[in-house]
T-cell receptor, first 114, second 114 residues
């Protein structure tokens, strides 16, 4: 069985400072891992994905994530937060034996202060 | 840029009534999904659909739920007799292929059952 744990429900950062959103997963198979972002009243948008290629994955808007199998982690980072990064972020896992079913974490709400 | 659309954006219904939530996936996609998010809870997988049949469904997707692709462009979720606990945001998604292919999400339909 697969599951995802996002370690922080809320993160508050100052504009221009680094952002770190933590995610741990458990999976019986080789997982695909994703980060999605949801801005208020908008759909879910893919930030980046890991699918067993490079362990350091670069996404849109300056975000990146590193897949660490030994730690079963897939933390999301950005060197310098922007006001437009305020949103909810979801860590998501999909297993190779499923028909693309995505398993979502609980989400991390990011607040960016000036 | 192609996008997934959903109608209506908000649906209010009385308990016991039937509702149909509509989605227009991206036109050349082959795989279709419904997810839901009860307020304050995780996004949950409901069902995946490929080649005009259900490929996978969750425990939530009981006999009260059905999906259909009636005309080659729409993808619908029907709830036969709504319950209070069906109140949630329902997201439709589509993808061109399995596994590492991105799922594109619609903006969601907020269903309120009174």
């Amino acid at each position: 069985a697969q599951s995802v744990t996002q370690l922080d429900s809320h993160v508050s950062v100052s504009e221009g400072t680094p952002v770190l959103l933590r995610c741990n997963y458990s999976s019986s198979y080789s997982p695909s891992l994703f980060w999605y972002v949801q801005h208020p009243n908008k759909g879910l948008q893919l930030l980046l994905k890991y699918t067993s290629a490079a362990t350091l994955v670069k996404g849109i808007n300056g975000f990146e994530a590193e897949f660490k199998k030994s730690e079963t982690s897939f933390h999301l980072t950005k060197p310098s937060a922007h006001m437009s990064d305020a949103a909810e972020y979801f860590c998501v896992v999909s297993e190779t034996d499923s028909w693309g079913k995505l398993q979502f974490g609980a989400g991390t709400q990011v607040v960016v202060t000036p | 840029e192609p996008e997934v659309t959903q109608t209506p954006s908000h649906q209010v219904t009385q308990m016991g009534q039937e509702v149909i939530l509509r989605c227009v996936p991206i036109s050349n996609h082959l795989y279709f999904y419904w997810y839901r998010q009860i307020l304050g809870q995780k996004v949950e997988f409901l069902v995946s659909f490929y080649n005009n049949e259900i490929s996978e469904k969750s425990e939530i997707f009981d006999d009260q739920f059905s999906v259909e692709r009636p005309d080659g462009s729409n993808f619908t979720l029907k709830i036969r007799s709504t319950k209070l606990e069906d109140s949630a945001m329902y997201f439709c998604a589509s993808s061109g292929g399995l596994l590492s292919n991105e799922q594109f999400f619609g903006p969601g339909t907020r269903l309120t059952v009174l």
